[in-house]
């Protein structure tokens, strides 16, 4: 009798917890279809209410861009149209998209509810030019910024080519081997910064007024030498670019003085410097 006492606690044990174990499953299974049902809904509502929406299809696509790119050309490179949803427009991917191409340095993208997109471009402005030919025997014009970043032409899928701001008129750059120049990325070469150094240097200073930068050259190791649209080719050592600029300023008068024109000019070094005159 005893035994038989035990086995039918024990069975009615097990029955209890056979019994909660099934409402605890079917608990969860209830939560979990709810909550199913609760995400489907919300699923169909936000996409009647936003996704779908007409209301909210884009009117109105503003570009702001005070550079060479024309809207119809941002709005193609942004990969956005009108007619499409504001709310499906991934306002991130759109930025990234457009800073991908590397004549762009800045792109902000904002909604303006209810059918507006904006897009502000901020364009980067080059500053030297360089050619190289490529191994196909092409050759390939390159641009780079102040900071050293380097740019190309921008080629559209419809064929039409857009040239950097200014690109005609600005002095070339010679000496850099390709390698050293890598598309959209900042270029880390010593003869790149050599040169953005004297270019600075000379862009702030009187030079600027007196002379016009048609190349510099940066092939000799701790030298720049400077061609100028006046027919002047100048040598400048890589350190105290300021002061030797002083000491050129001070030839030039001398020789508008004295009616007569330099050709050549050795400012590396730091007294008795060579000049040649053209007349």
């Given at each position: 009798m005893y035994v038989l006492d035990v086995r039918v606690s024990g069975d009615s044990r097990w029955s209890a917890r056979m019994r909660r174990g099934v409402k605890w499953v079917?608990?969860?299974?209830?939560?979990?279809?709810?909550?199913?049902g609760l995400a489907r809904g919300g699923v169909w509502v936000l996409d009647r209410l936003l996704f779908?929406?007409?209301?909210?299809a884009i009117a109105d696509v503003v570009i702001e861009n005070d550079g060479?790119?024309?809207?119809?050309q941002v709005m193609r490179l942004a990969g956005v149209r009108p007619g499409q949803n504001l709310f499906d427009v991934d306002l991130e991917d759109v930025r990234r998209q457009l800073e991908m191409v590397?004549?762009?340095?800045r792109a902000e993208v904002r909604r303006e509810v209810p059918r507006r997109l904006r897009i502000r471009v901020e364009e980067r402005i080059p500053v030297f030019q360089t050619v190289w030919t490529t191994p196909s025997g092409r050759e390939e014009r390159l641009y780079l910024d102040a900071s050293g970043v380097v740019m190309n032409r921008l080629r559209l899928p419809d064929g039409s080519v857009v040239e950097p701001r200014g690109a005609a008129m600005l002095p070339e750059l010679r000496g850099v081997p390709p390698t050293e120049l890598l598309l959209g990325r900042r270029s880390q070469s010593e003869r790149v910064q050599r040169a953005l150094g004297v270019l600075e240097k000379w862009s702030a200073s009187p030079m600027s007024l007196?002379?016009?930068l048609t190349s510099v050259d940066v092939e000799a190791e701790r030298l720049v030498r400077v061609h100028t649209r006046e027919g002047v080719?100048?040598?400048?050592?890589?350190e105290e670019v300021g002061a030797q600029l002083r000491r050129l300023g001070a030839i030039l008068l001398w020789a508008r003085q004295h009616q007569r024109s330099?050709?050549?000019v050795n400012l590396t070094v730091a007294s008795m410097v060579p000049v040649t005159l053209a007349n």
């Open positions: 079917l608990g969860l299974g209830v939560v979990a279809v709810v909550a199913w779908a929406n007409p209301r909210f060479v790119l024309e809207p119809r590397p004549l762009i340095r007196m002379l016009s080719v100048v040598s400048l050592g890589a330099v050709h050549e």
